[in-house]
């Protein structure tokens, strides 16, 4: 009985950490910090791009947190350094004004985290499309471009540093 218990054990011990619900992490809450601090010590960039592509409708709610700190962190050196978040996993369809009900309170934050921190959030209309969601289903204050492979590549050419923003657990 002694090796199964401590089989038992042991997986527990495994497997309990990927239970976590979304949002709760194991790691430190701001993970890129190290690659935020980076982009500080080096010369301006022509911008950055936050990165986000996850199966998780409700992502949004540890992204923004994270967007928001590392948007002041490095607004505090470069005032007016572009910021772009592109979303283009299922995250984005908490977004669509459907939704605004259900997720009122991730939708002021991006409205504010837009409207008054200057910062571009652009959604994948392919991605969408494909999903059947319409470009017209996302509010105003939502940018949806027409594929963000190609987005991604064109800020890349621009020069702008991309940061991958990804679960931690």
């Not at 204050?141 to 027409?146: C, G, N, T, W």
Request: net charge negative; with cysteine; glycine share 2%.
């Amino acid at each position: 009985m002694k090796p199964i218990s401590t089989l038992v054990l042991l997986l527990f011990a495994l497997f309990c950490p990927l239970s976590l619900p979304a949002g709760v992490t194991t790691d430190e809450a701001f993970p890129e910090l190290d690659e935020i601090d980076e982009i500080s010590r080096s010369e301006r960039p022509e911008g950055v791009v936050f990165l986000v592509m996850e199966q998780d409708e409700e992502a949004l709610k540890w992204v923004l947190p994270r967007v928001f700190h590392y948007t002041r962190l490095l607004r505090d050196k470069w005032q007016a350094l572009p910021i772009v978040v592109l979303s283009h996993g299922d995250e984005m369809f908490a977004l669509t004004e459907g939704y605004q009900a259900l997720y009122p309170e991730l939708h002021r934050e991006l409205q504010k985290l837009v409207e008054e921190h200057n910062v571009l959030f652009q959604v994948c209309g392919s991605y969408a499309a494909m999903s059947d969601v319409a470009a017209s289903a996302f509010p105003s204050y939502v940018d949806v471009v027409p594929f963000a492979p190609a987005e991604i590549e064109n800020y890349r050419v621009l020069d702008f540093r991309m940061v991958n923003l990804e679960l931690t657990w």
